[in-house]
């Protein structure tokens, strides 16, 4: 991954202005990756005496809560009135792990209304929007962490990358490439993690941390999932899978529970393209996942009013449960005759 020198010198004069105030926003349902990078990029600014302050639209899932300094994040949904006050008060805002405002619901409203605040992109996502003064757009970076240390690197060196910023850059790159398992992982990826490595985080602990924390509840909503609502399509290469807000209910669900659950068919052997459905008050969320050339993005996008990353995106559907899946499995027939599965 090549940073733009031009974009780098931009950031670095802008960065050289005393005493900033500074926002640090990512997306709704933000998950390890958009939750890292803005405490990573967030302790590094602080540290340069910025005054920084981290907003998502909504909470994240509980098992990234013993992250240092997410309890200093402010839920836009919880204290609407301080985030809107830091956003009106911000010199800067950066916007991380997401490509257009439309991806934080009404917080992209308010982010709208400030005219006066220098806005900077460093994202991943295919199609970023070019409503930015500085535009950091890598969609062939593996996640927005290593978008991030990348720029800490080029700012400050690598040797400024403290173990508390390791360890939450750590959490983004292992949980946007499945524990290192999906695509985009490059020599320079594997140079950062050494890096963060010899701060001396301990790795097994994050690991555990993330992927070995949830409830009783979760395990038993994904053996029911797998077991009762995994239907397979065009010879087993397509699979869907449903969860309504009753089922969630029975299995005392809690936001983050249903988690790496799409990309489970994809351990089968031939599978291209899985797709999961979870209902909630207004819509119901599309997230999709495949192997290989299946592009999702697209299939999201066109089918979905979503969109995301060639093999892992998501959309909304707005219409019943039956109706979704029934629109997703035409879906499936119309880009597999043009030959896109
Ligand atoms: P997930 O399935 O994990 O929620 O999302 C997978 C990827 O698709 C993420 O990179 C996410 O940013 C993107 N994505 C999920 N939902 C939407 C959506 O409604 N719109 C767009 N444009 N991207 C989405
Ligand atoms: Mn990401």
Redesign the pocket.
Known sequence: MELSQNSIEQLSALLSEPALKVVVLS?T?P?GDAVGSSLAWAEALRSRGHQTTCIVPNKFPYYLDWMTGIRDIVIYRNEAERAAKAVAEADVIFCL????L??LDALGDVIAANTVARRVLIDH?LDPSQDFDIIFSHPESSSTCFLVYSIIEALWGAQSVTATQAEVLYVGMMTDTGNFSFSHLTPELYRSLAVLSATGIDIPQIYNNVYNSFTEGRARLFGYTINRKMKFLRKGTVAHMSLTEAEMRRFWFQQGDS?GF?NYPLTVKKMRMSAIFIEHTDFI?????SRGKVDVNLF??RY??????KN?????SYVSMEETIARFEAAVEEYANEGLI
């Open positions: 997306h349902n998950d792990d997401f490509h257009t439309s991806r996502h988690e799409v969320r599309v997230s999709l996942r999201a996008a979905f009013e979503g969109g995301g990353h892992a995106a998501g959309g909304k």
